[in-house]
């Protein structure tokens, strides 16, 4: 019995002792979990540390002379540790003292609260411990540059607790110009443009920081341990931003004049080949036009364009020169089933030189031409255009250029028709870059330029990659072939389809085209032409190739090339002359001087000065505060002195609206203008008396 009570008070005195070690465990469970919960929780949150990515901070996009054309901007995201050391320093001294200052220095920035409202949310994320406590995001530079100097936030990190988080933001500060050329850097490789382009050098080197998490499954960086990145490196372009917006302005003017669907204008420095504009316009659903996508690109049928490829194949094999006769048919022509039409009628005579077919660019005379010389060996006419390159891509420094198409005899889709059909545009696929580089070889001289946009890569305003001019051919053919080309292109803006654009200060050398082209399903019944035009200036010493192409609305009323695409050509040209013209020495006058200059009533003194800088001699004298009508004789000009009487309404005829309105007013009169230019008629004749508040109704013209 004795022993049974023995192992029965072990027994139970094992039980007590599980018992109370249970009871233990079970206490220690809460102990940790509601006492102590918070810091093991923090303490298990500070084990997870990770690295993300810093991105490098993109390179600029430069325009030739050294403007922006596209470039990032950094933004922040501001938050708060209020953990940090010096706001937990005697009880918060520094946080409280600094509260109210703070938070309307923030109200007064962003004006979204009032101090009211930015003291207690600051109160709360002190409160809670916050070490990563949300401020503002996005903040720019300028207000990030702003609030670093704010109470509290300039005592620094770790005692003001700001944490400025940067990021970028790319942006086309001329928007629209060159947009599409430019691009935008994507994800996913979805970029466009010279940010694809020369991504490599503009994206620099990502860097990295270590991260630790911490309440809240938020993190905060680990001082110390970031890798900075490497900043994107520099691109500078060919282009040039008053040109750009020259040509961009041009092609947008009749995109919305004739409510055309797309177009572009390319603008070639004709001795290097450069890319000095470039403009590309979509018409969008609201009826506005953006650079939406890069048409100078894209492949499709050119047109009449394409006519020099196809008489510079004739002349260079010798089959015929420029005066050599061909008969246009009355603009029509039968090839088998089908029939070749002139898109204009050529009225006068049927047989002409094939200079003057080109001129008034006849289809038939160019479709004639291929079948006569090379219907028994089509393949000849061909190779002819691949040594043109009409078949390779012009290898531009942009992603996405549309590959050309220049059919064989042994193509599945040759026919009978395609050799006459091909010498006037059709048939054929080839960009409108494709057509520029053609047409700027022959303004060179023959030599072939790649076209390219890049001048050099920089880095911090160093050049570690330069890029030069590139022949693709010494010369497009032999010389005799290429003086008669010249001739053609030269006699299209005298005595050919672009004759009404012509200019009296210079001479441009151009061709015509208007091609019908298909939509879709619905083929040509829509009667969609495209409208382009191809040339250089000035003819004598080109400096620039310009090559516009515009795809015009269905049922379009003005559809001509020489009508819709050359006004564009004449706006870039003229303008540009005009600057070139500023720059460089007074115009020498290789025309008669009464078209040369705008006759206008005016100061002698003032003429005095126009004809000094003109450098054009004066037929007598002129007193300076005379007002003069000139006129022309022998190539000099003469001044005939207008008598203006005190008391009498000035005679103003033939004076510029500058002019009259100063003479006018001076006198008493009250002016009311119509139309512009210079003045046509005045309602008072010059001499009546003037009345007491008589008013005078000019009209200018």
Request: charged share 20%; aromatic share 8%; net charge positive.
């Given at each position: 019995m004795d022993v049974k009570k023995d192992i029965l008070w072990r027994v139970y005195l094992c039980l007590i002792g599980m018992a109370l070690f249970g009871v233990a465990i079970l206490v220690k469970v809460f102990y940790i979990q509601n006492v102590k919960g918070s810091y093991w929780r923090n303490m298990a949150d500070s084990l997870h540390t990770g690295y993300v990515a810093l991105d490098a901070e993109r390179g600029t996009i430069y325009s030739e002379e050294g403007r922006m054309l596209s470039t990032s901007i950094p933004y922040f995201d501001i938050r708060i540790d209020f953990a940090a050391d010096g706001l937990r320093d005697k009880k918060g001294k520094v946080f409280r003292e600094n509260l109210d200052s703070l938070s309307l220095s923030l109200s007064q920035m962003f004006g979204d609260r009032s101090k009211a409202g930015y003291a207690q949310m600051l109160q709360e994320g002190y409160k809670s411990k916050d070490r990563y406590f949300l401020l503002k995001r996005n903040v720019p530079f300028n207000q990030y540059q702003q609030m670093r100097a704010f109470p509290m936030f300039r005592l620094g990190k770790n005692k003001g607790g700001m944490i400025a988080e940067s990021k970028s933001k790319r942006i086309n500060?001329?928007?629209?110009?060159?947009?599409?050329?430019?691009?935008?850097?994507?994800?996913?490789?979805?970029?466009?443009?010279?940010?694809?382009?020369?991504?490599?050098?503009?994206?620099?080197?990502?860097g990295k920081r270590l991260m630790r998490r911490i309440a809240g499954g938020t993190y905060v960086p680990v001082e110390g341990y970031d890798i900075e990145p490497e900043n994107g490196r520099d691109v500078v372009t060919t282009l040039d931003v008053n040109m750009q917006d020259i040509v961009e302005t041009a092609l947008m003017n009749m995109m919305v004049q004739n409510e055309a669907v797309h177009g572009t204008c390319i603008l070639m420095e004709v001795k290097t080949g450069k890319i000095k504009a470039i403009a590309n316009l979509g018409r969008q659903t609201d009826g506005s036009y953006w650079e939406d996508m890069n048409y100078a690109?894209?492949?499709?049928?050119?047109?009449?364009?394409?006519?020099?490829?196809?008489?510079?194949?004739?002349?260079?094999?010798?089959?015929?020169?420029?005066?050599?006769?061909?008969?246009?048919?009355g603009g029509r022509w039968q090839v088998g089933r089908r029939?070749?039409?002139?898109?204009?009628?050529?009225?006068?005579?049927?047989?002409?030189?094939?200079k003057h077919a080109f001129e008034l660019s006849s289809n038939v005379a160019m479709a004639k031409l291929a079948v006569q010389h090379y219907g028994r060996q089509p393949n000849k006419f061909v190779a002819n255009l691949k040594k043109l390159r009409m078949d390779q891509n012009t290898g531009i420094d942009l992603v996405g250029e549309g590959h050309p198409v220049v059919k064989t005899t042994s193509s599945k889709t040759w026919s009978n028709?395609?050799?006459?059909?091909?010498?006037?545009?059709?048939?054929?696929?080839?960009?409108?870059?494709?057509?520029?580089?053609?047409?700027?070889?022959?303004?060179?001289?023959?030599?072939?330029?790649?076209?390219?946009?890049?001048?050099?890569?920089?880095?911090?305003?160093?050049?570690?990659?330069q890029f030069e001019p590139t022949v693709l051919l010494d010369s497009i053919c032999t010389n005799s072939t290429l003086k008669q080309v010249q001739s053609m292109l030269e006699g299209v803006a005298i005595d050919g389809t672009a004759r009404k654009l012509a200019n009296p200060y210079y001479s441009f050398a151009a061709k015509t085209g208007t091609a019908l082209v298909a939509n879709g399903n619905r083929g040509y019944a829509d009667k969609i032409y495209q409208s382009s035009f191809a040339g250089y200036f000035p003819a004598n010493d080109p400096q620039y190739t310009c090559v516009v192409v515009i795809r015009n609305k269905p049922h379009a009323l003005r559809f001509y090339?020489?009508?819709?695409?050359?006004?564009?050509?004449?706006?870039?040209?003229?303008?540009?002359?005009a600057i070139a013209v500023e720059k460089q020495k007074p115009m020498q006058a290789n025309v008669q001087l009464d078209t040369l200059l705008a006759l206008k009533n005016g100061k002698g003194g003032e003429w005095k000065q126009i004809l000094k800088t003109l450098q054009m001699p004066i037929n007598g004298t002129i007193a300076n505060n005379s007002w003069v009508s000139p006129s022309v004789s022998n190539r000099k000009v003469s001044f005939q002195q207008l008598s203006q009487a005190k008391g009498a309404v000035p005679n103003v005829t033939g004076m510029g609206l500058k002019d009259a309105l100063y003479l006018l007013e001076n006198a008493g009169l009250r002016v009311v203008v119509k139309g512009a230019g210079k003045v046509k008629t005045q309602s008072l004749p010059g001499g009546t008396k003037i009345g007491n508040e008589q008013t005078i109704v000019i009209e200018l013209s």
């Amino acid at each position: 019995m004795d022993v049974k009570k023995d192992i029965l008070w072990r027994v139970y005195l094992c039980l007590i002792g599980m018992a109370l070690f249970g009871v233990a465990i079970l206490v220690k469970v809460f102990y940790i979990q509601n006492v102590k919960g918070s810091y093991w929780r923090n303490m298990a949150d500070s084990l997870h540390t990770g690295y993300v990515a810093l991105d490098a901070e993109r390179g600029t996009i430069y325009s030739e002379e050294g403007r922006m054309l596209s470039t990032s901007i950094p933004y922040f995201d501001i938050r708060i540790d209020f953990a940090a050391d010096g706001l937990r320093d005697k009880k918060g001294k520094v946080f409280r003292e600094n509260l109210d200052s703070l938070s309307l220095s923030l109200s007064q920035m962003f004006g979204d609260r009032s101090k009211a409202g930015y003291a207690q949310m600051l109160q709360e994320g002190y409160k809670s411990k916050d070490r990563y406590f949300l401020l503002k995001r996005n903040v720019p530079f300028n207000q990030y540059q702003q609030m670093r100097a704010f109470p509290m936030f300039r005592l620094g990190k770790n005692k003001g607790g700001m944490i400025a988080e940067s990021k970028s933001k790319r942006i086309n500060p001329f928007k629209l110009l060159a947009n599409r050329t430019i691009g935008l850097p994507r994800e996913n490789s979805q970029s466009v443009g010279l940010e694809r382009t020369y991504n490599e050098y503009l994206k620099g080197v990502t860097g990295k920081r270590l991260m630790r998490r911490i309440a809240g499954g938020t993190y905060v960086p680990v001082e110390g341990y970031d890798i900075e990145p490497e900043n994107g490196r520099d691109v500078v372009t060919t282009l040039d931003v008053n040109m750009q917006d020259i040509v961009e302005t041009a092609l947008m003017n009749m995109m919305v004049q004739n409510e055309a669907v797309h177009g572009t204008c390319i603008l070639m420095e004709v001795k290097t080949g450069k890319i000095k504009a470039i403009a590309n316009l979509g018409r969008q659903t609201d009826g506005s036009y953006w650079e939406d996508m890069n048409y100078a690109l894209q492949v499709g049928e050119p047109g009449s364009t394409f006519k020099l490829a196809t008489v510079i194949s004739v002349l260079e094999d010798k089959y015929a020169t420029m005066n050599t006769m061909v008969n246009m048919d009355g603009g029509r022509w039968q090839v088998g089933r089908r029939t070749v039409f002139d898109s204009e009628p050529h009225p006068g005579p049927q047989n002409v030189t094939i200079k003057h077919a080109f001129e008034l660019s006849s289809n038939v005379a160019m479709a004639k031409l291929a079948v006569q010389h090379y219907g028994r060996q089509p393949n000849k006419f061909v190779a002819n255009l691949k040594k043109l390159r009409m078949d390779q891509n012009t290898g531009i420094d942009l992603v996405g250029e549309g590959h050309p198409v220049v059919k064989t005899t042994s193509s599945k889709t040759w026919s009978n028709t395609s050799l006459p059909w091909m010498a006037f545009g059709y048939e054929v696929l080839v960009s409108p870059l494709q057509t520029c580089m053609l047409y700027n070889a022959v303004a060179n001289n023959g030599k072939m330029m790649k076209p390219y946009l890049v001048n050099s890569i920089q880095e911090y305003g160093q050049v570690v990659k330069q890029f030069e001019p590139t022949v693709l051919l010494d010369s497009i053919c032999t010389n005799s072939t290429l003086k008669q080309v010249q001739s053609m292109l030269e006699g299209v803006a005298i005595d050919g389809t672009a004759r009404k654009l012509a200019n009296p200060y210079y001479s441009f050398a151009a061709k015509t085209g208007t091609a019908l082209v298909a939509n879709g399903n619905r083929g040509y019944a829509d009667k969609i032409y495209q409208s382009s035009f191809a040339g250089y200036f000035p003819a004598n010493d080109p400096q620039y190739t310009c090559v516009v192409v515009i795809r015009n609305k269905p049922h379009a009323l003005r559809f001509y090339g020489a009508n819709v695409a050359g006004p564009v050509f004449r706006e870039v040209a003229d303008k540009l002359y005009a600057i070139a013209v500023e720059k460089q020495k007074p115009m020498q006058a290789n025309v008669q001087l009464d078209t040369l200059l705008a006759l206008k009533n005016g100061k002698g003194g003032e003429w005095k000065q126009i004809l000094k800088t003109l450098q054009m001699p004066i037929n007598g004298t002129i007193a300076n505060n005379s007002w003069v009508s000139p006129s022309v004789s022998n190539r000099k000009v003469s001044f005939q002195q207008l008598s203006q009487a005190k008391g009498a309404v000035p005679n103003v005829t033939g004076m510029g609206l500058k002019d009259a309105l100063y003479l006018l007013e001076n006198a008493g009169l009250r002016v009311v203008v119509k139309g512009a230019g210079k003045v046509k008629t005045q309602s008072l004749p010059g001499g009546t008396k003037i009345g007491n508040e008589q008013t005078i109704v000019i009209e200018l013209s």
